[in-house]
């Protein structure tokens, strides 16, 4: 039986990018496979590792979301790396196999050292980080990652990592296939890639009041300055939005606005409405949640623990092949 595991880091309250580009995959696969879900606290102190003051409220926060859309501790397993020593102990042995150049030709790395700045991501450890990853996935012989396209590179970097390994020290590890998410990517407001460092996103918990106003600011087709103009929705920051939150009407809205017989205004009030009805039972679940801190801290304490047996076990059969299970 396939085993997926897959993580995120925690950068804090979670956006609808994350929903549609994850989440929404993360809880239908919990009804297929057995899944782990990890919080990536280590990978998240790659990047900011020069104020950590946010990361024990990010981590609170991204969790409460996972658990208000539907990530289930019953279904899943979810644990936050940092309890699980394991991982750092494996990407030690996988950072002593991994070769440099296979790390610094990986564009992942390339891209975000240039956005985030050559001199603070000039270190070990962020070059390091998909070894850490592949540890993460290892660790747990996990077959089936899911991860949005811009992971694939760190995916394809764990394979040849694995092979390598089991070429070394023989087939411990199956090697982990991508399940790449099929939904397509939601811009952020203004058309770019929805991220919190653009300031475009709309997050899980947005007030109804801030829904409102984030619609309301979003440009439409420009191409349209009059109501009996013809509209082009592909022209349109909202289209998107009515595609993936107002699925059974987007069609109409689509030949309405090609059609001049629907307004902007309306169009806008009506996505602004779908969207505080899609959210609504998900954002009651997240102020039941954040009104039990003790029920938080529990969900982590037993992932932890059923993950941590599935680690030590692995690790056991790894000190072995690498002859380093000293019997002396
Ligand atoms: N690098 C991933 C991201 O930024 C997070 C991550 C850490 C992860 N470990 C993982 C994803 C293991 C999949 C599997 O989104
Ligand atoms: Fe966009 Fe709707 Fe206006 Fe068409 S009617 S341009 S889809 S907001």
């Not at 409220?57 to 979810?78: F, H, R």
């Not at 037993?302 to 790894?318: L, P, S, W």
């Amino acid at each position: 039986m396939d085993r997926v595991l897959s993580g995120m880091r925690p950068t804090g309250r979670l956006h609808l990018g994350h929903f549609v580009g994850a989440l929404d995959n993360w809880r239908s696969l919990q009804d297929k496979y057995e899944c782990l879900y990890m919080i990536a606290d280590w990978h998240a102190l790659t990047t900011d590792y020069s104020d950590t003051s946010k990361i024990q409220e990010n981590v609170k926060d991204m969790l409460i979301d996972w658990l208000a859309v539907g990530i289930s501790p019953e279904k899943s397993t979810l644990f936050l790396q940092s309890d699980i020593p394991e991982h750092a102990e494996l990407h030690l042995l996988l950072s002593i196999i991994t070769p440099i150049s296979w790390l610094e030709r990986n564009p992942t790395y390339r891209e975000q050292k240039k956005e985030l700045g050559e001199e603070r991501l000039s270190t070990y450890g962020f070059l390091g980080y998909p070894v850490l990853q592949s540890a993460d996935i290892l660790i747990y012989k996990a077959t089936l990652v899911p991860v949005g396209e811009d992971q694939l590179p760190h995916l394809e970097l764990t394979r040849e990592i694995t092979r390598r390994f089991n070429y070394l020290y023989g087939e411990v590890f199956p090697v982990p296939a991508p399940l790449l998410t099929k939904t397509s990517r939601l811009p952020g407001i203004d058309g770019r890639k929805m991220s919190k460092s653009f300031d475009n996103c709309i997050y899980i918990s947005d007030s109804e009041k801030t829904l409102r106003e984030k619609v309301r600011h979003m440009i439409t087709d420009t191409e349209r300055p009059r109501l009996n103009d013809p509209g082009h929705p592909s022209n349109c920051r909202l289209f998107p939005f009515h595609t993936v939150f107002n699925a059974k009407r987007v069609s109409k809205i689509s030949i309405d606005c090609k059609e001049a017989k629907i307004g902007c205004t309306d169009c806008k009030e009506e996505l602004s409405h779908c969207l505080i009805e899609y959210l609504k039972d998900i954002q009651i679940r997240r102020h039941e949640l954040e009104a039990t801190p003790k029920l938080i801290i529990d969900i982590l304490e037993e992932g932890a623990e059923r993950a941590r047996k599935i680690a030590k076990q692995t690790m056991e059969e790894i000190r072995e092949a690498l002859k380093i299970s000293y019997k002396l």
